[in-house]
């Protein structure tokens, strides 16, 4: 069965500092998203994209995030300078279809120091 | 906006019996999917059953259904039989059927199983 997958699976970094985390999200797709899951806390939505554009963005995304999908088949979510409270688990999702459900990969724990 | 509340932070059953999660939902909308994903210790989040709104049947997944009231806008998991596997966050979450189709979760239920 196909699935999404993401890489790292764990990435520590210092605050401040760049980070890029990828995602590849099944291949036929065409809706991809973002979502952030701070440690004991809900899932909460990040960003979506759609035709090579953001089609939405949560209140959280803010400038220091930025997203792409540069090949065609990965997605990335570059944060430009990381905050403390950027640590969270990061998943990133695809759909095929609207009547279809979101499979979601297994996720980016994201530590900044 | 619409938003999504399960009221059970922590739930606990005994193996083999049924235990229920309850969720509840606003939207103005007529149309619209709900979901429930488990996500175990490794936290993958994973589908365990989706309604659609305009379906008056509940879903059922094995040991898994749901108790979908549309009107008040409740959404609960009973889970049947319940296995040592089955301990798990559980996140309720709504979708549009309209617009970015992105996920609006609940804070969770965690939901232990006890020998």
């Known amino acids: 069965e196909p699935e999404v997958t993401q890489t790292p699976s764990h990435q520590v970094t210092q605050m401040g500092q760049e980070v890029i985390l990828r995602c590849v999200p099944i291949s036929n797709h065409l809706y991809f998203y973002w979502y952030r899951q701070i440690l004991g806390q809900k899932v909460e939505f990040l960003v979506s994209f759609y035709n090579n554009e953001i089609s939405e963005k949560s209140e959280i995304f803010d400038d220091q995030f930025s997203v792409e999908r540069p090949d065609g088949s990965n997605f990335t979510l570059k944060i430009r300078s990381t905050k403390l409270e950027d640590s969270a688990m990061y998943f990133c999702?695809?759909?095929?279809?609207?009547?279809?459900?979101?499979?979601f990969g297994p996720g980016t724990r994201l530590t900044v120091l | 906006a619409q938003t999504v509340t399960q009221s059970q932070p922590e739930m606990s059953v005994q193996e083999a019996e049924t235990v229920t999660l309850s969720c509840t939902y606003d939207t103005s909308e007529s149309d619209y999917y709900l979901f429930w994903y488990k996500q175990p210790p490794s936290r993958q989040m994973i589908l365990v059953i989706r309604?659609?709104?305009?379906?008056?049947q509940n879903a059922t997944e094995n040991r898994f259904s749901v108790n979908f009231q549309k009107a008040a806008k409740s959404f609960s998991l009973k889970i049947s039989d319940s296995q040592l596997g089955d301990a798990a966050m559980y996140f309720c979450?709504?979708?549009?059927?309209?617009?970015?189709?992105?996920?609006?979760f609940g804070t969770g239920t965690r939901l232990k199983v006890l020998a």
């Open positions: 979450a709504y979708r549009r059927m309209t617009g970015t189709y992105k996920y609006i």
């Open positions: 999702a695809s759909l095929a279809v609207p009547t279809d459900t979101q499979y």
């Open positions: 309604q659609e709104a305009y379906k008056q």
